[in-house]
């Protein structure tokens, strides 16, 4: 059975929340300071404007790495 967006981003971002940059991440994304650091600290929910902008976003980022390396 295939993962929802939610269950996909909040695993990455607690999969990854040793080498990510939290406080640049959330400017990136044009989040307010604490958005996702309260999510991977305190177990915040993430509400579904930033579950499908954090998703988009790694969605992007994956589709380029593959974009340049088939060049």
């Known amino acids: 059975m295939s993962k929802t ?5 909040e695993e ?6 040793d080498i990510l ?8 994304l044009g989040f307010k300071r ?3 650091y309260k999510f991977v600290k305190s177990n915040r929910k ?4 930033e579950i ?6 790694i969605i992007n980022k994956i589709n ?7 060049d």
């Open 21 to 28: 940059k939290i406080l640049p991440f959330e400017r990136k």
């Open 64 to 70: 380029k790495y593959l974009d340049e390396e088939s």
């Open 46 to 49: 993430l509400s579904r404007y």
């Open 34 to 36: 604490g958005i996702i």
């Open 5 to 9: 967006k939610r269950q996909r981003v």
């Open 52 to 57: 499908e902008t954090i998703d988009k976003y």
């Open 12 to 17: 990455y971002l607690i999969d990854q929340k």
